[in-house]
């Protein structure tokens, strides 16, 4: 079993969708949860973080962790043809130094 | 500024070169990390270090050799690589605990 689990997609949703984006683990010892962002040939974009459970909103996305299920999401509302991207997961624990493990990506494109 | 900036940006080599990757960043973060990303797959963790000390290495091929000369700066040397290591390099920095932040990565090809 991964310790991160995320459907690969693609998701093909439009212009206006509300996308939700999910990812299991395994890990109890993941503290910490990022959303990155990455466009075909970039680097990855930090879109958001949390600690612990809960919600955080930023604009047009919502991140969710609920960790008693150990399942963590991300909403896009009023989603946009620039949001088409790959969005990855990545819940993380310290260990010498911040020990971060990618969920496979989900690939979303917004049609407009 | 959540900068971390990596040269160069592309670099193609043969199999009997030596060459280097180089990130910086001045964001005071005393963590820093290298990653390998190949096409359609998530980035891979390859070094950490941590206060400029190696923390983590994940069971990497010496081939590649890391290097932290201070703590703004991480290096990764590049010594008889094969045609399998051609892929996306990412750098990236961290605070003690939260959020890595990438740089846009060198794009390797190895001949």
């Known amino acids: 079993q991964k310790e991160v689990e995320q459907d690969p997609g693609p998701l093909s949703v439009p212009e206006g969708a509300i996308v939700s984006l999910n990812c299991t683990y395994s890990n109890s010892a993941f503290q910490y949860f990022m959303w990155y962002r990455q466009y075909s040939r970039k680097g990855p974009e930090l879109l958001m973080y949390?600690?612990?459970?809960g919600n955080k909103e930023d604009g047009r996305f919502t991140a969710q962790v609920d960790k008693s299920s150990k399942y963590i999401s991300l909403f896009i509302r009023d989603s946009q043809p620039s949001d088409s991207a790959t969005y990855l997961c990545?819940?993380?624990?310290?260990?010498?130094?911040?020990?971060?493990?990618f969920g496979a990506g989900t690939i979303l494109r917004v049609k407009s | 500024d959540t900068e971390v900036t990596q040269t160069p940006k592309h670099l193609v080599m043969g199999m009997t070169n030596k060459k280097s990757l180089k990130c910086e960043q001045h964001m005071g973060h005393r963590a820093m990390y290298w990653y390998k990303q190949k096409a359609k797959k998530p980035p891979e963790l390859m070094f950490v270090?941590?206060?400029?000390?190696?923390?983590i290495n994940e069971s990497v091929p010496s081939r590649f050799s890391p290097e932290c000369p201070n703590s703004s700066l991480l290096n990764l040397h590049l010594h008889a690589l094969q045609p399998e290591d051609s892929a996306l390099y990412l750098c990236?920095?961290?605070?003690?605990?939260?959020?890595?932040?990438f740089g846009e990565g060198s794009r390797l090809t190895v001949l």
């Open positions: 990236a920095s961290s605070r003690g605990t939260g959020e890595l932040f």
């Open positions: 990545a819940p993380a624990y310290m260990e010498y130094g911040n020990k971060l493990v």
């Open positions: 270090y941590s206060y400029e000390k190696l923390s």
């Open positions: 949390t600690y612990s459970s």
